[in-house]
């Protein structure tokens, strides 16, 4: 069984730096695709920024331009590196990877979430 956790929230300034993690944990398990959502309370989860199995990026386009996803194989993460944050990219950011364990088809994952707040 695989367990995603994540890690690089918390409070910071309008104008200020977070990096996201996503480590993905499981014997025998490797990475192939992630991505990053947010939700804010009463709003829909909506998708932020993903990496292809190949290697593209794709952002919204709120983010576009501030924010970079990136993966690394040989720890089994996936990264979000946000900058110029703005009071808007307030909420809870959750990471999900498509990935497997040898000899089995891959599936999709869900980490647990992380808060990232940031005030004005």
């Known amino acids: 069984q695989v367990q995603l956790v994540e890690s690089g929230g918390g409070l910071v300034q309008a104008g200020g730096s977070l990096r996201l993690s996503c480590a993905a944990s499981?014997?025998?398990?490797?990475?192939?695709?992630g991505g990053w959502y947010r939700q804010v309370p009463g709003k829909q989860r909506e998708l932020v920024a993903i990496?292809?199995?190949?290697?593209?990026?794709n952002y919204s386009e709120s983010v576009k331009g501030r924010f970079t996803v990136s993966r690394d194989f040989r720890v089994n993460t996936v990264y979000l590196q946000m900058n110029s944050l703005k009071p808007e990219d307030t909420g809870v950011y959750y990471c999900?990877?498509?990935?497997?364990?040898?000899?089995?088809?891959?599936?999709?994952?869900w980490g647990q979430g992380t808060q990232v707040t940031v005030s004005s």
């Open positions: 990496i292809t199995s190949g290697g593209g990026t």
């Open positions: 999900n990877v498509n990935g497997r364990f040898y000899f089995r088809p891959p599936q999709d994952y």
């Open positions: 499981g014997s025998g398990f490797s990475i192939n695709a």
